[in-house]
């Protein structure tokens, strides 16, 4: 378990140096998951050896949800301006990543 973290953990900070030193628009944590799943796609780390960390983390996901949630409260007033298009693009987008996985999983999911 300890090496599932360490290699979860490497790639978020290898993410957040990507980040840092070639200043991309993009989150750290984000590259970072782009990183290992290069990794997992190229067969230069197992699944095997994520996985353990990977479910347990996965286990307590809504933990993680906290901070956001938090920050939702803190920025009331703002959300409270612009509601309707915080809620358009939060609808549209839905429907968006819905309708892009639909296409992915009927082209590269098994029959």
């Given amino acids: 378990m300890l090496k599932a973290l360490l290699y979860i953990f490497g790639f978020l900070i290898a993410g957040e140096l990507l980040r840092y030193l070639f200043q991309i628009p993009i ?9 290992i799943f290069a990794a997992l796609r190229l067969k230069i780390i197992k699944l095997e050896d994520v ?39 939060v609808i549209l987008s839905s429907l968006l990543t819905l309708y892009i996985s639909a296409i992915i999983m009927e082209k590269f999911g098994k029959q």
């Fill in 27 to 35: 989150a750290g944590n984000i590259l970072g998951m782009f990183l």
């Fill in 51 to 89: 996985k353990p960390a990977s479910d347990k983390l996965i286990k307590y996901l809504a933990l993680f949800f906290i901070p956001y949630g938090v920050g939702l409260m803190s920025y009331y007033d703002v959300i409270a301006e612009y509601w309707l298009p915080i809620a358009g693009g």
